[in-house]
């Protein structure tokens, strides 16, 4: 009658995982909440330039790893909206790191914006 699962540390049996599975799967408002978190996360980050390359990379990571867990808890809704905000994140972090490199542009010289450390000819001066 009963089947027993074996995992690494401990001996289940198929009624313990279905009461475990049942526990650890969110319930209709949680998603909702987090739909919506997850709404508002990615508004803010279209909307922002001002977000530092290193938050914005710990955003990544924390939607990476909710992402994992959605896959592995088969959260279809939540998936296409971390996926969403996830494309976002990286759209904006290369638009801010391009932006950057364009400032730092601007503030060389004329013989500096043309210098090239890997050309053998002297650059035209005048």
């Known amino acids: 009658m009963y089947s027993f699962i074996h995992t690494e540390n401990s001996i289940h049996t198929d009624e313990e995982k279905g009461h475990a599975m049942k526990s650890s799967t969110p319930n209709h408002h949680n998603v909702g909440i987090q ?3 997850i709404t508002l996360l990615d508004l803010i980050i279209l909307h ?10 710990s955003i990544q990571d924390s939607l990476m790893r909710k992402l994992y867990h959605c896959v592995l ?8 909206k971390l996926l969403s905000c996830l494309a976002s994140t990286i759209l904006t972090t290369e638009s801010n790191q391009s932006n950057q490199e364009d400032e730092d542009q601007e503030e060389l010289s004329p013989i500096e ?3 090239d450390p890997n050309s053998t000819t002297v650059p035209n001066l005048g």
């Open 113 to 115: 914006k043309d210098f």
């Open 73 to 80: 808890t088969q959260n279809l809704n939540l998936q296409t």
């Open 48 to 57: 922002s330039n001002a977000i530092s390359t290193l938050l914005m990379r």
């Open 35 to 37: 739909l919506q978190a």
